[in-house]
């Protein structure tokens, strides 16, 4: 009688075969997620190119339209407000000589006695700007579009994206920063300034530019931007937003509130 093979040894190739299979699905998986996240950053990538492309072509838009219209730099509002975005479209660094190149332009294109708003004159608008920039990171200002209201005024709608840190805070919003050490509900105001801290907003604004044909300069540049909608969005509810903008240095449609900064920057002018 032969004797049968024993079975009980069979097990150990299935199990190579098993643990060879189960590495080729790791494997697969690896792949699979490494491919998932190169494609999420080739997507990212993408939409950031898209979006600077986008702006790309709308600054070249406009000044194709100076050219089409032979006007020479710098002598039409169309022109000026153009430039005036590409210069600001990072807001103003005071490093290396930025100060000094921006300052020549507003004193190029603007008005001695410019109406800025909150300020008057080339200088003080510069000093807002150097202001507002280091109270601030990341900034970013992109145009919209430009509309003709009149012969002589245009609007220009654009979008700031901003990011609030702690300096945010303790340069624009003084009283809220004071209140978490010295009020009797300071849980509440350190809430609201832990909720605003790190956060990046987009605003949703527009520049009027009125300009003298005599002359050929702005006569008038107000800026106006919508802080109150991301605010009220990021805070969910009006009191939390009223008491961000209570003796605070900026006011809801993102312009300074001209106190003592203006000391504190004037000498780079």
């Keep these: 009688m032969s004797q049968q093979p024993d079975t009980r040894k069979l097990p150990f190739p299935d199990e190579i075969k098993a643990n060879i299979a189960a590495y080729h699905r790791e494997r697969r998986r690896k792949n699979q997620a490494r491919y998932r996240a190169k494609q999420h950053r080739l997507i990212t990538d993408q939409e950031a190119y898209n979006s600077e492309l986008q702006q790309e072509i709308v600054e070249l838009r406009w000044k194709r339209e100076t050219l089409m219209l032979d006007i020479t730099r710098r002598d039409s509002v169309w022109a000026v407000a153009v430039e005036y975005f590409s210069v600001f479209r990072l807001g103003l660094d005071t490093a290396g000589g930025a100060c000094t190149t921006t300052l020549d332009f507003l004193r190029a294109t603007m008005a001695p006695d410019l109406d800025a708003g909150t300020v008057f004159g080339p200088n003080a608008l510069a000093r807002n700007w150097v202001y507002f920039t280091r109270s601030f ?54 809430r609201i300034a832990d909720s605003l801290v790190g956060q990046r907003l987009v605003l949703d604004g527009s520049v009027r530019f009125t300009w003298d044909t005599t002359n050929n300069c702005v006569t008038s540049l107000i800026t106006k931007a919508d802080m109150l909608s991301p605010l009220l969005r990021l805070l969910g509810n ?12 900026i006011n809801p449609e993102c312009n300074l509130v001209v106190n003592s900064y203006a000391n504190q920057h004037s000498h780079f002018y």
């Design 238 to 249: 009006l009191e939390d937003v009223s008491l961000v903008f209570r003796h605070a240095r």
């Design 137 to 190: 990171r990341h900034i970013q200002i992109r145009l919209g579009r430009l509309d003709q209201i009149s012969e002589n005024s245009l609007v220009a709608y654009c979008t700031t994206s901003i990011t609030i840190t702690r300096s945010t805070l303790s340069s624009l919003f003084p009283r809220l920063v004071d209140q978490c050490f010295n009020h009797n509900n300071a849980s509440k105001w350190c």
